[in-house]
């Protein structure tokens, strides 16, 4: 009933930027968050970043001021700008969103993932 579909990932040199973009659909009611993970290889997934619906914003220390998530609430889209890129932000990105889907008797909450896009950096 839901689907987040994530586009922009890619081969970036050091230094370089990327923007990643998410978006949410199907019958959603309300979304409460949403976010970024990522996850490298043979490393636990980790929270990058997470937006509330009222724009609120938590980042990883290892992210911030590098990295800058924005939220479109009528297109149920979250972005994610990623400026001045380290190789060791290399990994597979999730988006991620805590919502309600709309349901024969009253809505469900669902806590949906997307399908990961891949960001590496490298010269």
């Known amino acids: 009933q839901v689907q987040l579909v994530e586009s922009g990932g890619g081969l970036v040199q050091p230094g370089g930027s990327l923007n990643l973009s998410c978006a949410a659909s199907?019958?959603?009611?309300?979304?409460?968050?949403m976010g970024w993970y990522r996850q490298a290889p043979g490393e636990q997934r980790e929270l990058v970043v997470e937006?509330?619906?009222?724009?609120?914003?938590s980042y990883a220390d290892s992210v911030k001021g590098r990295f800058t998530a924005s939220r479109d609430n009528a297109k149920n889209t979250v972005y994610l700008q990623m400026n001045s890129l380290k190789p060791e932000d290399t990994a597979v990105y999730y988006c991620?969103?805590?919502?309600?889907?709309?349901?024969?008797?009253?809505?469900?909450?669902?806590?949906?993932w997307g399908q990961g896009t891949l960001v590496a950096v490298s010269a």
């Open positions: 991620n969103s805590r919502l309600y889907y709309s349901a024969h008797v009253s809505p469900i909450y669902l806590e949906a």
């Open positions: 199907g019958s959603i009611v309300h979304i409460n968050a």
């Open positions: 937006i509330t619906s009222s724009g609120s914003t």
